[in-house]
């Protein structure tokens, strides 16, 4: 089964226009195929309490920009 180290990226609504995304946790998605990490990303960072914008590959991982409630 694959595994990813994921990376997140925070935006914060309240913030204003232009202020950089905050480096979040980072943790570890194991699922069966590369959709199924991303679907798996997806569904924890919601269980987590999270609006998810974008989870995406890169060369180390991967990344999920993220955004907490207001």
Not at 20 to 33: D, I, L, S
Not at 36 to 62: C, E, H, I, K, N
Request: net charge positive; charged share 25%.
């Amino acid at each position: 089964m694959p595994r990813r180290r994921l990376q997140l990226r925070v935006l914060h609504p309240s913030a204003p226009l232009g202020t950089p995304p905050e480096r979040g946790e980072a943790f570890e998605v194991e699922a069966p195929g590369l959709d199924g990490l991303r679907d798996r990303a997806r569904s924890d960072l919601v269980r987590r309490g999270y609006q998810v914008r974008v989870v995406s590959f890169t060369p180390g991982g991967m990344a999920a920009y993220v955004e907490v409630p207001p």
